[in-house]
């Protein structure tokens, strides 16, 4: 399985991260525990926290305030590394023993992906750039989140990994409906 998809979606956030301003930090975003600067912790973060998963060490990265500094050098070391993690001989066809429990690489791959492209959606909605963001890709992601996301995997948010699923206009964007899917209020 090619790491070319989440280089998509990494390169995809960047466009926005790279449009985001100091004095925006502050700014509220569609997640409600999180401003822009916690929105931005959590992207480095998790990419650290997955990389750790994928080599089999204790997860990193959680308590770094990655958005007080080169927050784009961070995101973009953090994303190379993780895709390193994942190109290694023999990952794709792995089992990834995580703390939420064990899954086969490829689909905390598509977790990362999910994670990654919709927190990059949330920074586009919070800093008032186009939330229409990488149409293909955000269908792909949409269909492959239709597929996976269960119903017992919902709930308020802090209560359950994603959001209970909220209306979309029809002619929205793909983006859109995926942030909607996922518990977004995408008005």
């Known amino acids: ?5 989440l280089q998509q979606v990494n390169a995809s956030t960047r466009s926005v991260l790279a449009d985001v301003t100091s004095d925006q930090m502050q700014n509220p975003t569609p997640c409600a525990s999180w401003d822009v600067a916690g929105v931005i912790n959590h992207l480095v ?16 990265g959680a308590d770094s305030d990655f958005a007080a500094g080169d927050y ?8 190379a590394a993780l895709v ?15 703390p939420f429990g064990e899954m086969p690489a490829a689909a905390v791959m598509g977790l990362v992906m999910n994670d990654t492209f919709t927190h990059g959606w949330d920074l586009a909605k919070a800093t008032g750039q186009s939330t229409d963001i990488a149409p293909e890709l955000a269908a792909q992601i949409l269909d492959q989140a ?7 995997f919902r709930g308020e948010e802090g209560s359950a990994p994603f959001g209970l699923e909220r209306e979309c206009s029809d002619g929205a964007s793909a983006a859109d409906h995926l942030a909607a899917f996922l518990g977004r209020d995408v008005a």
């Open 45 to 60: 973060g998790a990419q650290l926290f997955f990389a750790a998963g994928v080599k089999g060490q204790p997860p990193i």
């Open 84 to 98: 390193a993690c994942f190109e290694a001989d023999g990952v794709m066809q792995s089992t990834v023993k995580m």
């Open 72 to 79: 784009l050098a961070a995101y973009d070391e953090a994303t």
């Open 146 to 152: 239709k597929s996976s996301i269960r119903e017992g």
């Open 1 to 5: 399985m090619s790491t070319r998809p």
